[in-house]
């Protein structure tokens, strides 16, 4: 059969500096937001990111889309996102034989979808990026333009496309032209730069980012006093930070604004919690941890998740003292003792964490339910076609290999 294929994979982003807020005075579709924004790219090596394969065949009868080997209900047509990001990277592909065929978009996350680790940013940007590989489009060369395709799929997928240190121009114009994503500096700039992600609930969070966004615009004068009088000047302070390698300045933007963003969800009527206990238990602890000086910093997503940066020759220490105070007893998880409880650059089994450990208890045993170790990493990008052999995602016939329907 006549296939053309093409796979991506993309890195997810955890924003320092956060977007909160679409512009609601604009057309809805361009997504555009209310202030600018900053992230570190996280490294897709480490097990967190997307692979999407897009397959176009003259033999598709219509647009299809497979998440995790599941196919998504009447095909694309009811996902309104996935459906604008097709219809303006058929606009961006000059080959009009090629943009009239019919594709397969199939794609797969390595961690959890919609748990606050920033999957839609890793989602809508491989999306583009693999799209950009059928169509023709070449990806350095139009890098301003795909990141504004991924704007409309999701705001943070803007940013995953760069690796690095990455801002978000939220940009004046109404048609959405100038919002877009620049690289402040690369990945080998600050490659110190560690990230540990606390996994204290993998499942779908409560209120979606649209919907909370849409309340908070709509309810907080919070959240309007911040993007109009606070964001600006903490953008230019931590771009000046990175790229100064000024870890105490960046941490102490990030934690504030991660605390700020909470603040405008508690601000928003009705109040939207995302932090919960344990959340709140590891805020405490990094305060305590950094008693004397600035080592570690956290930052939270619209979800209970942690991430914490911080530079390599601190992130052991740190993982001993989580590991101290979460990892599960030896009674929780009897059914799979061996599962990775620290994955990405550090690996190890819950059982190898408890070997090390004496037998403490305390009150929030197992409530981190695993974490990844990585780091500062690259944009996003197109398998060459021998990584595609074995990472692709389609069987010959253009179906995802592993089928769950
Ligand atoms: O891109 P969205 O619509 O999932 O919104 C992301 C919002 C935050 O993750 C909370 C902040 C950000 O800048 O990534």
Same mark, same amino acid.
């Given at each position: 059969?006549?296939?053309?294929?093409?796979?991506?994979?993309?890195? @997810?982003?955890?924003?320092?500096?956060?977007?909160?807020?679409?512009?609601?005075?604009?057309?809805?579709?361009?997504?555009?937001?209310?202030?600018?924004?900053?992230?570190?790219?996280?490294?897709?090596? !480490?097990?967190?990111?997307?692979?999407?394969?897009?397959?176009?065949?003259?033999?598709?009868?219509?647009?299809?889309?497979?998440?995790?080997?599941?196919?998504?209900? !009447?095909?694309?047509?009811?996902?309104?996102?996935?459906?604008?990001?097709?219809?303006?990277?058929?606009?961006?592909?000059?080959?009009?034989?090629? #943009?009239?065929?019919?594709?397969?978009?199939?794609?797969?996350?390595?961690?959890?979808?919609?748990?606050?680790?920033?999957?839609?940013?890793?989602?809508?940007?491989?999306?583009?990026?693999?799209? @950009?590989?059928?169509?023709?489009?070449?990806?350095?060369?139009?890098?301003?333009?795909?990141?504004?395709?991924?704007?409309?799929?999701?705001?943070?997928?803007?940013?995953?496309?760069?690796?690095?240190?990455?801002?978000?121009?939220?940009?004046?114009?109404?048609?959405?032209?100038?919002?877009?994503?620049?690289?402040?500096?690369?990945?080998?700039?600050?490659?110190?730069?560690?990230?540990?992600?606390?996994?204290?609930?993998?499942? #779908?969070?409560?209120?979606?980012?649209?919907?909370?966004?849409?309340?908070?615009?709509?309810?907080?004068?919070?959240?309007?006093?911040?993007?109009?009088?606070?964001?600006? #000047?903490?953008?230019?302070?931590?771009?000046?930070?990175?790229?100064?390698?000024?870890?105490?300045?960046?941490?102490?933007?990030?934690?504030?604004?991660?605390?700020?963003?909470?603040?405008?969800?508690?601000?928003?009527?009705?109040?939207?919690?995302?932090?919960?206990?344990?959340?709140?238990?590891?805020?405490?602890?990094?305060? #305590?941890?950094?008693?004397?000086?600035?080592?570690?910093?956290?930052?939270?997503?619209?979800?209970?998740?942690?991430?914490?940066?911080?530079?390599?020759?601190?992130?052991?220490?740190?993982?001993?003292?989580?590991?101290?105070?979460?990892?599960?007893?030896? @009674?929780?998880?009897? !059914?799979?003792?061996?599962?990775?409880?620290?994955?990405?650059?550090?690996?190890?089994?819950?059982?190898?964490?408890?070997?090390?450990?004496?037998?403490? @208890?305390?009150?929030?045993?197992?409530?981190?339910?695993?974490?990844?170790?990585?780091?500062?990493?690259?944009?996003?990008?197109?398998?060459?076609?021998?990584?595609?052999?074995?990472?692709?995602?389609?069987?010959?016939?253009?179906?995802?290999?592993?089928?769950?329907?």
């Amino acid at each position: 059969m006549d296939i053309i294929q093409c796979t991506a994979i993309a890195p @997810s982003n955890l924003a320092c500096i956060k977007y909160w807020g679409k512009n609601l005075k604009v057309k809805k579709e361009l997504n555009l937001p209310i202030n600018s924004s900053v992230s570190i790219t996280l490294d897709y090596n !480490d097990e967190l990111k997307t692979t999407t394969t897009i397959v176009l065949s003259k033999n598709f009868k219509k647009d299809r889309l497979f998440l995790n080997g599941i196919e998504e209900d !009447d095909g694309c047509y009811n996902n309104k996102r996935v459906k604008i990001v097709l219809n303006e990277m058929r606009k961006l592909c000059k080959d009009e034989n090629l #943009k009239k065929l019919n594709l397969h978009i199939i794609s797969e996350n390595s961690f959890p979808t919609a748990a606050g680790l920033a999957s839609s940013a890793a989602g809508y940007a491989c999306m583009v990026t693999a799209l @950009s590989g059928v169509y023709n489009i070449d990806f350095n060369n139009n890098i301003k333009e795909l990141s504004m395709v991924a704007r409309q799929g999701s705001g943070s997928a803007t940013r995953s496309l760069l690796g690095g240190f990455v801002k978000w121009n939220k940009g004046i114009k109404d048609d959405g032209t100038d919002s877009y994503a620049i690289q402040i500096a690369k990945y080998e700039h600050w490659k110190e730069m560690e990230a540990i992600i606390l996994v204290v609930n993998e499942h #779908k969070k409560e209120i979606s980012s649209t919907n909370g966004m849409t309340d908070s615009v709509n309810t907080s004068l919070l959240l309007n006093y911040r993007a109009e009088n606070i964001v600006e #000047k903490r953008l230019n302070e931590i771009c000046e930070a990175y790229k100064n390698k000024d870890f105490n300045t960046f941490a102490l933007l990030t934690m504030k604004d991660s605390n700020q963003f909470h603040a405008t969800c508690l601000d928003t009527y009705p109040p939207i919690f995302y932090l919960n206990d344990v959340s709140k238990s590891i805020i405490q602890l990094i305060h #305590k941890l950094n008693n004397k000086n600035i080592k570690y910093c956290y930052t939270f997503d619209a979800g209970p998740n942690a991430v914490i940066f911080t530079l390599k020759e601190n992130t052991q220490n740190l993982l001993n003292e989580l590991l101290k105070i979460y990892c599960p007893s030896l @009674s929780d998880c009897r !059914d799979n003792p061996k599962f990775n409880y620290v994955r990405g650059r550090t690996k190890l089994t819950r059982d190898d964490v408890r070997n090390q450990l004496n037998s403490l @208890s305390t009150p929030y045993q197992g409530k981190i339910s695993y974490i990844y170790h990585t780091g500062v990493g690259k944009g996003s990008r197109i398998l060459s076609k021998e990584e595609e052999k074995i990472e692709g995602l389609a069987d010959k016939n253009g179906y995802p290999k592993k089928y769950n329907n």
